[in-house]
């Protein structure tokens, strides 16, 4: 008897949790729905008469995650300030993740930061196996895990902006010059 399984999920560790528990090795096949490209994102802004201009502003907040496309089209009366709105909010919970592990778990929290360091030039970066810390970061939809590239990606574009600006304040905040 057959049965087909559809397991679907942003949780990649979950999934390779069920794969690995039910023994499915060559049984099963992983398919990746990812965010749009920029010409589909275009596309799809173009149809709710998007400028090439708030086209422009959309990516490079949100890339193509169709959830915050659709949260763009609602706010597009106020669109650039909306987009810096849910950047400080994003901010704000990346802090609260971050600095809450800083306080409980130093040295895990040196792993995770390590981890995030990765992204401060890059968009993806490669894993050779799933750690405690790179755990911790999928665990809290900051990372994308893909097991079938073994490619670590922030779960958003607007999840890499927030990175790059936690990292940034916490240079500053370490600087020595700053403390002057």
């Not at 008897?1 to 999920?9: E, N, W």
């Not at 919970?93 to 809450?100: K, M």
């Not at 900051?142 to 990175?163: E, G, H, R």
Request: one cysteine or more.
């Amino acid at each position: 008897h057959s049965c087909h399984v559809f397991a679907i999920t942003s949780d990649s560790l979950f999934i390779e949790r069920v794969y690995a528990e039910a023994m499915l090795q060559g049984r099963c096949r992983y398919l990746l729905v990812d965010d749009f490209d920029r010409a589909t994102t275009e596309n799809f802004l173009k149809k709710y008469g998007f400028s090439d201009d708030e086209i422009s502003i959309v990516w490079q907040y949100f890339g193509g995650k169709p959830v915050y496309l659709v949260e763009a089209i609602k706010n597009k009366h106020r669109l650039k300030e909306f987009c810096e709105e849910m950047l400080r909010i994003r901010i704000g919970q990346l802090e609260e993740i971050v600095f809450r592990l800083e306080r409980d778990n130093k040295a895990q929290f040196k792993d995770v930061v390590e981890i995030l360091n990765e992204f401060k030039n890059r968009d993806s970066v490669r894993y050779r196996f799933i750690t405690d810390a790179i755990s911790f970061l999928v665990k809290n939809n900051v990372i994308f895990a893909d097991p079938t590239m073994k490619i670590l990606k922030p779960q958003s574009k607007l999840d890499l902006l927030a990175v790059r600006r936690v990292l940034e304040e916490m240079e500053y905040e370490t600087d020595p010059l700053h403390t002057l």
